[in-house]
């Protein structure tokens, strides 16, 4: 079974400098609140949604869902899952994450392969422009956790460590490999 956690911190230039980066770069998992009871599909997946102003960092606004063989990646681009740059696609013994550079655009690369007890973690930026708001930055992170049902727990996912990280922060576009 795989467990997911996206966590979505949406921010403005306001709060783009040094000191509310240090504070963005220090989130990087919530407990989850779910019956273990529920899980029922091979997937569970929360997403975490949170936004900085100059007075802190708000929210978080939680939802967790199951998910079966429809959020898995078939070679065509599903955007309902994992946003629009992430994929999972089920290997003989675990899972696949793959990462794309641009939205649904780019070349689909495999950042990591976890099995049974293994974690890995995706961090990158992205920037999106609006009517009311010129510019909108996101800092997204997904924790990965390949493990049994019987694991979960609502702090599966404190893990300052993961056995597998790629962080895309360089720059707000694809920044390596």
């Not at 990087?28 to 609140?33: G, I, L, N």
């Not at 013994?93 to 973690?121: C, P, V």
């Given at each position: 079974m795989l467990f997911v956690q996206e966590i979505a911190l949406q921010y403005t230039k306001t709060v783009r400098y040094g000191n509310f980066a240090n504070a963005r770069r220090a989130v990087?998992?919530?407990?989850?609140?779910f019956d273990k009871a529920d899980i029922s599909d091979e997937i569970l997946f929360n997403k975490v949604e949170l936004y900085q102003e100059p007075d802190g960092i708000h929210g978080p606004y939680s939802k967790t869902k199951n998910l079966g063989e429809k959020a898995l990646f078939t070679g065509k681009f599903a955007t309902d899952f994992f946003g629009e740059r992430i994929f999972v696609k089920r290997?003989?013994?675990?899972?696949?994450?793959?990462?794309?550079?641009?939205?649904?655009?780019?070349?689909?690369?495999?950042?990591?392969?976890?099995?049974?007890?293994?974690?890995?973690?995706?961090?990158?930026?992205?920037?999106?422009?609006?009517?009311?708001?010129?510019?909108?930055?996101?800092?997204?992170?997904?924790?990965?956790?390949?493990?049994?049902?019987?694991?979960?727990?609502?702090?599966?996912?404190?893990?300052?460590?993961?056995?597998?990280?790629?962080?895309?922060?360089?720059?707000?576009?694809?920044s390596g490999f």
């Open positions: 990087k998992f919530f407990p989850v609140e290997t003989e013994n675990g899972y696949e994450i793959l990462y794309t550079d641009k939205k649904q655009r780019g070349w689909i690369k495999s950042k990591f392969t976890l099995t049974e007890g293994k974690s890995g973690r995706i961090v990158y930026n992205e920037r999106v422009s609006g009517w009311e708001c010129p510019w909108l930055y996101y800092l997204f992170t997904f924790n990965f956790i390949c493990a049994d049902k019987a694991d979960f727990k609502p702090k599966i996912f404190f893990r300052k460590e993961t056995d597998f990280v790629f962080n895309d922060m360089k720059e707000l576009r694809y």
